[in-house]
T-cell receptor, first 114, second 111 residues
Framework: EPEVTQTPSHQVTQMGQEVILRCVPI?????FYWYRQILGQKVEFLVS????????KSEIFDDQFSVERPDGSNFTLKIRSTKLEDSAMYFC????????????FGPGTRLTVL | EDQVTQSPEALRLQEGESSSLNCSYT??????LFWYRQDPGKGPEFLFT???AGEEKEKERLKATLTKKESFLHITAPKPEDSATYLC????????????FGQGTRLTINP
């Protein structure tokens, strides 16, 4: 069964460093998303991406964040200068059609900022 | 602002003891209500989508129902492997593609 994959599973970085989180969405899906979940809190929307551009972003997704689909399979989230409060699980998700709406999530990348 | 509230926060049941989880939502125009299962340290696993009041979906021991203000996830004769956090999320019609999640209900089924 097709699934969303994410790498790495765990990333440890120093405050102020840049990190890139990688995702391979399900192959025939057109809509891509990033969410995050701080330990013990709700899953929060960060950004949605369609047709090679951002279609919606949350207040969390400030200038320190960027997304890119560098080729036909990968979807990346970059955090330019990490802060302690960026420590969280980051989930990539994809969906086939916006009207149906089911989003399928990857296993997540645990980001720890020291 | 969209709001999703789930209750209870945590629920412990004996194996075979049926119960229901609640998800109350406030949204201006509901595109869909989604139920996910999340195991510790893992990503949310899709269970159901409900689109309109009165709709029901079933999968094994789980049944999801929807009214205009809330959704229920009914668990019939649960087994220990049903232990997980169950998340409810909504999406809105007005251009928004994001899912707004509730806090989740942490379900534990004791053998």
């Amino acid at each position: 069964e097709p699934e969303v994959t994410q790498t790495p599973s765990h990333q440890v970085t120093q405050m102020g460093q840049e990190v890139i989180l990688r995702c391979v969405p399900i192959s025939n899906h057109l809509y891509f998303y990033w969410y995050r979940q701080i330990l013990g809190q709700k899953v929060e929307f960060l950004v949605s991406f369609y047709n090679n551009e951002i279609s919606e972003k949350s207040e969390i997704f400030d200038d320190q964040f960027s997304v890119e689909r560098p080729d036909g399979s990968n979807f990346t989230l970059k955090i330019r200068s990490t802060k302690l409060e960026d420590s969280a699980m980051y989930f990539c998700a994809s969906s086939q059609k916006i009207a149906i709406g089911e989003q399928f999530f990857g296993p997540g990348t645990r980001l720890t900022v020291l | 602002e969209d709001q999703v509230t789930q209750s209870p926060e945590a629920l412990r049941l004996q194996e075979g003891e049926s119960s229901s989880l609640n998800c109350s939502y406030t949204v201006s125009g509901l595109r869909g209500l989604f139920w996910y299962r999340q195991d510790p340290g893992k990503g949310p696993e899709f269970l159901f989508t409900l689109y309109s009041a009165g709709e029901e979906k079933e999968k094994e021991r789980l049944k999801a129902t929807l009214t205009k203000k809330e959704s229920f996830l009914h668990i019939t004769a649960p087994k220990p492997e049903d232990s997980a956090t169950y998340l409810c999320a909504v999406s809105e019609f007005q251009g928004a593609q994001k899912l707004v999640f509730g806090q989740g209900t942490r379900l534990t089924i004791n053998p």
